[in-house]
């Protein structure tokens, strides 16, 4: 008895991992076109409430849909951020042909992007008169895998 039980402990704690993991798990569909992306990073006051309140405007229920919709508007396919403490790491996927500075431009003056701009200043660590573009500063890729000939 004694022996299932601690089985049965082992499973739940496994289960528990599992499910925890599924946390940082994410699909990415397939393009049907040549992409590019973009990676750019922002760090985040170090203030936990303010990081618990930045993750909750970017939920699909609260963000704006003018912002969403600005996004999509100048190219971008896809976009997506993620979070290890205060630093930030967006990746947007483009179409090939995709002028970065001139649709990031393009883009900080549709309807209510500069109003989100000052909104999201409050959250980050970086000047609040910046510039979207001024504030997520790009990366370069210091690694890929490249595709075996094998497969």
Same mark, same amino acid.
């Given at each position: 008895?004694?022996?299932?039980?601690?089985?049965?402990?082992?499973?739940? &704690?496994?289960?528990?991992?599992?499910?925890?993991?599924? *946390?940082?798990?994410?699909?990415?569909?397939?393009?049907? &076109?040549? @992409?590019?992306?973009?990676?750019? @990073?922002?760090?985040?006051?170090?203030?936990?409430?303010?990081?618990?309140?930045? &993750?909750?405007?970017?939920? +699909?229920?609260?963000?704006?849909? *003018?912002?969403?919709? %600005?996004?999509?508007?100048? %190219?971008?396919?896809?976009?997506?951020?993620? #979070?290890? %403490?205060?630093?930030? =790491?967006?990746?947007? @996927?483009?179409?090939?042909? =995709?002028?970065?500075?001139?649709?990031?431009? @393009?883009?900080?003056?549709? +309807? #209510?992007?500069?109003?989100?701009?000052?909104?999201?200043?409050? =959250?980050?660590?970086?000047? +609040?008169?910046?510039?979207?573009?001024?504030?997520?500063?790009?990366?370069?890729?210091v690694f890929k895998l490249a595709p075996s000939d094998k497969d």
């Open positions: 008895m004694i022996f299932a039980l601690i089985l049965l402990a082992v499973n739940v &704690e496994s289960m528990a991992q599992s499910d925890a993991s599924k *946390e940082y798990e994410y699909l990415q569909a397939a393009q049907t &076109e040549t @992409t590019k992306r973009y990676c750019l @990073t922002l760090q985040l006051k170090d203030d936990l409430k303010l990081i618990e309140e930045y &993750e909750k405007r970017h939920r +699909p229920e609260n963000i704006w849909k *003018e912002v969403t919709d %600005g996004i999509k508007k100048v %190219g971008v396919i896809d976009s997506e951020i993620y #979070r290890s %403490g205060t630093q930030l =790491f967006m990746i947007l @996927t483009v179409p090939e042909d =995709f002028d970065f500075e001139k649709q990031m431009s @393009t883009l900080a003056g549709l +309807p #209510r992007q500069a109003e989100w701009e000052e909104f999201m200043s409050k =959250f980050q660590a970086s000047d +609040p008169n910046a510039s979207s573009a001024e504030k997520w500063a790009k990366m370069k890729r």
